[in-house]
């Protein structure tokens, strides 16, 4: 008898260390498979080191930007310079349309300046950062200009768009719903025909444009219906402004606000998971490709396709 209890303990000793083996043995296994995944995930991670060619090509366009704009501006907006500096709020002529032109270019300027920073070898991080910097320094360096400039000056309120559209790609990246409204413009074809001629009203020509605030519903929409695909993810509505009969050449007595209402694409929902492809995106979504739209104001007018 004591011989039977003495094998049944042996043999429940060996079935224990046995388990007690493949358990281990298993978790050993999963940890060692974790770690494996873990090494393989970080090293699909982009690592960022700064290429001194890409940089050198990337300051380079730059500076060529910056210099072929301040050619134009001197030959134009800035012509008969005066040798003193004032202050002006200069929004009547364009009924404040121009405040969000500011908003709009540097938003634009921010997010390419960005991207090329990032292509050059930049963290994406202190890429924005240096982007803002450079869309800002850029719009302060135009608005400086601006006070010595024989019709313009210095306007406070023109600076603080500048900074709503440098910080406004930093609010996008740090609250998710932002990434669904977005800043648009278009022009209407007339605007390039007519300029070839007339370059001095190339950039202030606010009767040929339209600034858009574009929204997806998909920020509002259940879940399930997006998921399944029963809204494309990449429509949605904007709201557009823009004026007619105002010119900084000509004049504004009789310019009027022009509200729309159109359909409109987020480029950023289109096919293309690539860095290049979203980055791509993100800039040519700056762009409010024609779409159909109603004028709401001052009366309405439907367009099949408004540009």
Known sequence: MNLKIISLILLASFSFS???????????????????LMGLDSSRQKSYKLNGGRFALVSGVMAGAFIGMHVYYSNTWWKDQ?????????GFYARDLDKISHIYTANLITEASAAAFEWSGIKPKNALIYGALTAFAYEAYIEVNDGFAPNW????????????????????????????VNFKWSFKPAWIKRKVQNSDDLLDDYTNMTFWLSVNPEMFLPKDLTKGKFYPSFLALAVGLSINNASHVTGSQNAERLWFISL?????????KSDFMKKLKRILNFYHLPAPAVRISPSGIWYGLYF
Request: proline fraction near 6%; charged fraction near 30%; avoid cysteine.
């Open 18 to 36: 046995q388990k007690t083996s493949f358990d281990y043995s298993l978790k050993e296994t999963h940890k060692e498979s974790k770690t494996l």
């Open 82 to 90: 005066k040798n003193y500096f004032k202050f002006a709020e200069d």
């Open 153 to 180: 000056g210095f306007d406070w309120v023109d600076m603080g768009a500048n900074l709503v559209g440098a910080i406004y790609p930093f609010l996008q990246r740090e609250i998710p719903p932002l990434e669904y």
């Open 264 to 272: 409109d694409f987020d480029i950023k929902r289109f096919p293309g």
